[in-house]
């Protein structure tokens, strides 16, 4: 696995996106639940098929330009292959000395913009830590350990030990970010509506903002056609964070409904967001 991630990095960008549009298809074409869900989904949401049919081939795209992403040579930065907007708000946000979280839905290419934010202003203002999912098999374990290490850019597995690295880093001032539409482990998070239907809406993000008080920005990474880049836009939320967890994760939820409206064609529709949260295991280890 690790040596096919290699030799698709030295791909082109635009390769790759048509490589991953056919795959997204082809998904799409021979899964009935896949298709179903993506469907009821964006149903769900009342966007049209006409808007959300790009979100097809986005799908694919998302998973093809991963070795570009992941593998591509720490000496070849993203450099004018992103484009930033909304750079005040993280200086805003800095300049009062607090750490800061970043909330991203599935949406367009939310890999490049930790690596934006780092590449950006990790020198400046610190390094993000990212907090993920570690993969179950260990082969993609150690894919994923090594594509992400970045300069400027950590990672934080989904455990309590993972949780207490992103609350160090947010009292050192530093940035982390998180995608806050994951349904996590069972009593974890609360049903918030989405879209308005209850989803099971992890708690982590906003328990980590009340116990660090940093500062929210939601962000997002547009993947532009042709394999010309991305832009990188960041904005602040719309409303204050409530104290209380239902009224917080239904908070972010409209922040995350917001975004996804922004450009429905790269959302991942065929995401299960309303399903019932995984059993949390026995032993712990989890946030």
């Not at 409303?239 to 064609?265: D, F, K, V, Y």
Request: glycine share 10%; aromatic share 8%.
């Amino acid at each position: 696995m690790l040596i096919l991630f290699r030799l698709l990095s030295r791909c082109p960008l635009w390769l790759l996106h048509h490589i991953g549009a056919a795959l997204g298809w082809l998904a799409f074409a021979l899964s009935p639940t896949y298709r179903r869900r993506f469907r009821a989904n964006a149903a769900q949401a009342g966007v049209p098929w006409s808007q959300v049919r790009p979100a097809v081939a986005a799908a694919g795209r998302m998973v093809a330009e991963l070795p570009w992403l992941w593998m591509r040579p720490q000496d070849q930065p993203l450099g004018a292959r992103v484009r930033i907007e909304g750079e005040q708000h993280i200086r805003a946000a800095h300049a009062q000395g607090r750490g800061l979280i970043f909330l991203t839905p599935h949406l367009g290419c939310f890999e490049v913009t930790a690596q934006a934010y780092a590449e950006h202003f990790g020198a400046e203002c610190g390094p993000l830590t990212a907090l993920y999912r570690p993969p179950r098999k260990a082969v993609l374990r150690k894919l994923v350990d090594t594509a992400r290490h970045r300069p400027g850019l950590k990672t934080a597995p989904a455990t309590l030990a993972g949780v207490r690295q992103m609350i160090r880093a947010l009292k050192a001032g530093e940035a982390v970010g998180l995608l806050p539409d994951q349904v996590p482990p069972e009593g974890l998070g609360v049903w918030a509506p989405f879209f308005g239907r209850p989803a099971y809406t992890m708690t982590l993000a906003s328990r980590l903002a009340h116990q660090s008080a940093a500062s929210i920005l939601l962000v997002w990474g547009e993947r532009l056609p042709g394999g010309a880049g991305y832009v990188v836009r960041f904005s602040p939320m719309a409303e204050p964070l409530p104290l209380e967890a239902e009224s917080a994760a239904a908070c972010i939820n409209r922040a995350m409904e917001r975004l996804i409206l922004q450009c429905p064609g790269q959302y991942l529709w065929g995401y299960h967001r309303y399903k019932h949260p995984r059993a949390l295991p026995h032993e712990g280890g989890q946030p």
